[in-house]
């Protein structure tokens, strides 16, 4: 059987080994400060240091377009939210201003310089079309009573009378429901 050696001596357990003696073959020390860190080159004599020029940042004028047409079009769905404009917003050319905004925002994404802005405008949009259109759906629904979906009034009345056949509800023009009964036609 073989014996393990110890590779710790003198009570320093966890600890690594020691170094050979006179070191790693080919390490060097390495000197110290943020400039080692950052791998400079230390300096030497007196070292200043001076805060670098400001540089403006410049804004894009695609993102601003972007920004400013996520403006206009949360707008107005807004405002057809609050007229009551489901059709308008559920319209051909409401999908094409949806498409037209996205494209530009894209765009702005696309570029360095407006990216901030592009992110932003998508973010607003997102939140606003989600938020609006969302609204406007269920007051959509609630305004047609299209809860159930597209049903016809013969699907609903073999809903409300399972298995019972020949029977029709009818209801008068002040409002009253009853139901008769239809007998079968004899040839």
């Known amino acids: 059987m073989v014996e393990q050696r110890n590779a710790y001596l003198g009570g320093a357990d966890g600890a690594p080994p020691l170094p050979p003696p006179g070191g790693y073959h ?17 300096a030497s004599g007196e070292v200043s240091y001076a805060a670098p020029d400001a540089e403006k940042k410049t804004v894009s004028v695609l993102g601003l377009v972007a920004l400013s047409a996520t403006v206009l079009f949360v707008l107005v769905l807004l405002l057809l939210m609050g007229a009551g404009g489901t059709d308008a917003v559920y319209g051909a050319s ?24 592009g992110a932003i405008a998508l973010a ?7 938020a609006t259109v969302g ?52 040839s």
């Open 26 to 42: 080919g390490a060097r020390r390495a000197s110290t400060g943020l400039d080692a860190a950052a791998g400079l080159i230390p």
């Open 124 to 130: 607003v949009t997102l939140v606003f079309n989600v």
């Open 135 to 186: 609204a406007m759906g269920a007051l959509r629904s609630a305004a047609t009573h299209a809860y159930d979906g597209t049903k016809t009034e013969k699907q609903k009345h073999e809903e409300a009378y399972p298995g019972v056949k020949g029977f029709r509800t009818t209801t008068s023009s002040t409002g009253h429901r009853w139901r008769t009964c239809r007998p079968k036609a004899t």
């Open 94 to 117: 409401m999908i094409v201003l949806q498409f037209v905004v996205i494209g530009v925002i894209v765009a702005a994404l696309l570029t360095p310089a407006g990216r901030m802005l």
